[in-house]
């Protein structure tokens, strides 16, 4: 059934306001879960667990689960209608698929990792719902039985191509191993064609928001240089050196002590320590010298939701553009 039509009746308007309740629910579930999952599932396979990730408080749902609650309650209206009267398994397994999604950015953008429980689980939900497809000949996910090998292939293989020129340009990895497995696990349920189209919702999505968040740096650092700038220019001129230095010296014939300095000429603090500025400089080298990460998992599972929900879209779309040729 087509999807507005479907909206339109009783059937569809209970499952639609079902699906925004199903959203809020789950969202809260999967916040519940990354707070009680083992610590070990978000480290990396040679670090030890934190105090914060021991406690059990990682992430609070006030904030941004509302936000995401909002985005889930969306995604399944969304798959709904795409997946309606007679699909229900596929919409089952797409529930499933999309939440774990939605775990998966959350643990990358708080930890910078990607659970491998959490992959497994998509590989194995992808799997399933691919073997059913091609067994009772529905043929909407795949039109034949190599398809989903295909996409795994594809998936990890153009992640590892991804991390192999990062390490031939910048000499450092390009891809955490973590998007590897997982866009493997996804190319499970994508399959052939379908792990490329979600390779350019996900890359299309991080350029992006590289972009966006490039440019919102650049205004903040260029207004912050402007405040500093203003607040010196309203500071009072600082007295000649010569003035000072007079001043010290009477000072010093009144009470017989002299200005402590240092060889160098700069003065010093009376416990001998050294400026404060040079600790400041430390720090700033420190920060120079380390380098950051952008985390991929978010782009590759706001792609795989994209690609769920607006599927009929896509590979419309794409037919469309094919047949100009």
Not at 125 to 135: P, T
Not at 158 to 172: A, E, S, W
Not at 215 to 222: C, E, F, T
Not at 265 to 282: C, I, L, Q, V
């Given at each position: 059934?087509?999807?507005l039509n479907?909206?339109?009746?009783t059937?569809?308007?209970?499952?639609?306001?079902?699906?925004?309740?199903?959203?809020?629910v789950?969202?809260?579930?999967?916040y519940l879960?990354?707070?009680?999952?083992?610590?070990k599932?978000?480290c990396?396979?040679?670090e030890?667990?934190?105090a914060?990730?021991?406690?059990?408080?990682?992430?609070?749902?006030?904030?941004?689960?509302?936000?995401?609650s909002?985005?889930?309650a969306v995604s399944?209206v969304?798959c709904?209608?795409?997946f309606?009267?007679g699909?229900?398994i596929?919409?089952?397994?797409?529930?499933?698929?999309i939440?774990i999604?939605?775990?998966i950015?959350?643990c990358?953008i708080?930890?910078?990792?990607?659970?491998?429980?959490?992959?497994?689980a998509i590989?194995v939900l992808?799997l399933?719902?691919s073997?059913?497809d091609i067994?009772?000949?529905?043929?909407?996910l795949?039109t034949?039985?190599?398809?989903?090998l295909?996409?795994?292939a594809?998936?990890a293989?153009g992640?590892l191509?991804?991390d192999?020129?990062?390490?031939?340009?910048y000499?450092?990895?390009g891809?955490?191993?973590?998007?590897v497995?997982?866009?493997?696990?996804?190319?499970?349920?994508?399959?052939?064609?379908g792990?490329?189209?979600t390779?350019?919702?996900?890359?299309?999505?991080?350029?992006?928001?590289?972009?966006v968040?490039?440019?919102?740096?650049?205004i903040?650092?260029?207004?912050?240089?402007?405040q500093?700038?203003?607040?010196e220019?309203?500071?009072?001129?600082?007295?000649?050196d010569?003035?000072?230095?007079?001043?010290?010296?009477?000072?010093?014939?009144d009470?017989?002590?002299s200005?402590?300095a240092?060889e160098?000429?700069t003065?010093?603090?009376?416990?001998?320590?050294?400026?404060?500025?040079?600790?400041?400089?430390?720090?700033e080298v420190?920060?120079?010298k380390?380098?950051?990460y952008?985390?991929?998992?978010p782009?590759?599972?706001?792609?795989?939701i994209?690609y769920?929900?607006?599927y009929?879209?896509?590979h419309h779309?794409?037919s469309?553009?094919?047949?100009?040729f």
């Amino acid at each position: 059934m087509q999807p507005l039509n479907y909206l339109q009746t009783t059937g569809g308007m209970i499952w639609t306001a079902a699906c925004v309740l199903l959203g809020f629910v789950l969202t809260a579930l999967a916040y519940l879960i990354i707070n009680r999952i083992p610590a070990k599932w978000l480290c990396d396979y040679n670090e030890e667990p934190s105090a914060e990730l021991l406690s059990g408080r990682r992430v609070k749902y006030v904030g941004w689960g509302i936000v995401l609650s909002i985005i889930a309650a969306v995604s399944l209206v969304l798959c709904r209608l795409q997946f309606n009267k007679g699909y229900d398994i596929y919409f089952a397994c797409f529930v499933l698929i999309i939440m774990i999604a939605l775990m998966i950015a959350v643990c990358d953008i708080k930890y910078t990792i990607i659970p491998d429980q959490f992959t497994i689980a998509i590989a194995v939900l992808g799997l399933m719902i691919s073997v059913y497809d091609i067994v009772r000949g529905y043929g909407i996910l795949h039109t034949s039985w190599w398809s989903p090998l295909a996409g795994a292939a594809i998936g990890a293989g153009g992640m590892l191509l991804v991390d192999f020129i990062g390490m031939l340009v910048y000499k450092k990895d390009g891809m955490g191993f973590g998007d590897v497995k997982l866009f493997g696990a996804i190319g499970l349920l994508t399959g052939f064609p379908g792990t490329l189209y979600t390779y350019a919702i996900a890359f299309v999505t991080a350029t992006v928001c590289f972009i966006v968040i490039m440019v919102l740096v650049r205004i903040l650092s260029s207004r912050a240089a402007k405040q500093a700038a203003q607040q010196e220019q309203a500071v009072p001129p600082v007295q000649d050196d010569r003035a000072e230095s007079v001043k010290e010296a009477a000072a010093s014939e009144d009470t017989g002590a002299s200005p402590a300095a240092s060889e160098d000429g700069t003065a010093e603090a009376e416990d001998g320590s050294a400026p404060a500025e040079s600790a400041e400089g430390t720090d700033e080298v420190a920060e120079d010298k380390g380098g950051s990460y952008l985390a991929f998992g978010p782009y590759i599972a706001i792609a795989l939701i994209c690609y769920i929900v607006f599927y009929d879209y896509i590979h419309h779309i794409v037919s469309l553009y094919l047949g100009l040729f």
